[in-house]
T-cell receptor
């Protein structure tokens, strides 16, 4: 049982390049999330999904797109990377909505945009 | 909107010292409250949680009590260890939204 995994672990991009971050979970969770972590700002929600085929915007969605074609996978895309997108990206998942449900986090992807 | 404010870090303590990390929140309704911990090079993991007023969450010697009257959820541990060195995040989850709102994190370093 791997939990939440993220690919890749680290990536360097040039401004304007595109890439996709992959998140996979094997816990059969309905909800999945993408966050970015920046120094002194905690984690901020980019996009989330409440089930296969559905996505919604979070707090900082600009410059990112997501897709949830399979229940176990949640992809985060950067179409044209900018230096402001240099960050550590975390994926998380949780079971169906409930009071006080825990989110389970992946190990993170460190992205550097030059 | 909902928000979480944590005490400024970094915090440096000696082993066996008493730890308090302050957390206050602003929210409409009655959120659930969480403490997550991030060890070096890893993702976040749940440390403890409380889902209603006056509940106490506890785990690994850490405790936090949901205080509705002071809108606080302070993290405490009576005797810290070097292995507790990590970044600690306070967070809330609005009952309707199923989304977490995080504080900025507090980096804790414990010296032997």
């Amino acid at each position: 049982n791997a939990g939440v995994t993220q690919t890749p672990k680290f990536r360097v991009l040039k401004t304007g390049q595109s890439m996709t971050l992959l998140c996979a979970q094997d816990m059969n969770h309905e909800y999945m999330y993408w966050y970015r972590q920046d120094p002194g700002m905690g984690l901020r929600l980019i996009h989330y999904s409440v089930g296969e085929g559905t996505t919604a915007k979070g707090e900082v969605p600009d410059g990112y797109n997501v897709s949830r074609l399979k229940k176990q996978n949640f992809l985060l895309g950067l179409e044209s990377a900018a230096p402001s997108q240099t960050s550590v990206y975390f994926c998380a998942s949780s079971p169906v909505r409930g009071v006080g449900e825990t989110q389970y986090f992946g190990p993170g992807t460190r992205l550097l945009v030059l | 909107g909902d928000s979480v404010t944590q005490m400024e870090g970094p915090v440096t303590l000696s082993e066996e010292a008493f730890l308090t990390i302050n957390c206050t929140y602003t929210a409409t309704g009655y959120p659930s409250l969480f403490w997550y911990v991030q060890y070096p090079g890893e993702g976040l993991q749940l440390l403890l949680k409380a889902t209603k007023a006056d509940d106490k969450g506890s785990n690994k010697g850490f405790e936090a009590t949901y205080r509705k009257e002071t809108t606080s959820f302070h993290l405490e541990k009576g005797s810290v260890q070097v292995s507790d060195s990590a970044v600690y995040f306070c967070a809330l989850s609005d009952r309707g939204a199923q989304k977490l709102v995080f504080g900025q994190g507090t980096r804790l370093t414990i010296n032997p």
